[in-house]
């Protein structure tokens, strides 16, 4: 099963940008579809996109209005969101997530990580 590891979080103004990458271990990355969630203080965890195998396509919760951008690098095992125009709303952790299917997403199971703490001050 594929570990990974999420990184690039940080404080940033609202209509700043950031870009979060996911680091995965393990020689099966680029057959797995993969996503991003986050949980905001008091909320539950919610989807906020996901990318098929291959980086060919992609798709995104409502809220993301155009503002987010998921990429992937199977050569390196990696997995970007780059986000721009960001807001308060923002705030919370970002989790990235494999999966064995892209539409609908089914998770592939697995512990969640620690996770990047993303915080945009108003």
């Known amino acids: 099963q594929v570990q990974l590891v999420e990184s690039g979080g940080g404080l940033v103004q609202a209509g700043g940008s950031l870009r979060l990458s996911c680091a995965a271990s393990?020689?099966?990355?680029?057959?797995?579809?993969m996503a991003w969630f986050r949980q905001a203080p008091g909320k539950e965890r919610e989807f906020v996109a996901a990318i098929d195998r291959s980086g060919d396509n992609t798709y995104y919760a409502d809220f993301v209005e155009g503002r987010f951008t998921a990429s992937r690098d199977n050569a390196r095992n990696m997995m970007y969101l780059q986000m721009n125009s960001m807001q308060p709303e923002d705030t919370a952790v970002y989790y990235c997530?494999?999966?064995?299917?892209?539409?609908?997403?089914?998770?592939?199971?697995?512990?969640w990580g620690q996770g990047t703490q993303v915080t945009v001050s108003s």
């Open positions: 393990g020689r099966s990355f680029s057959s797995y579809a």
């Open positions: 997530a494999a999966g064995h299917r892209f539409i609908p997403w089914e998770s592939a199971g697995g512990s």
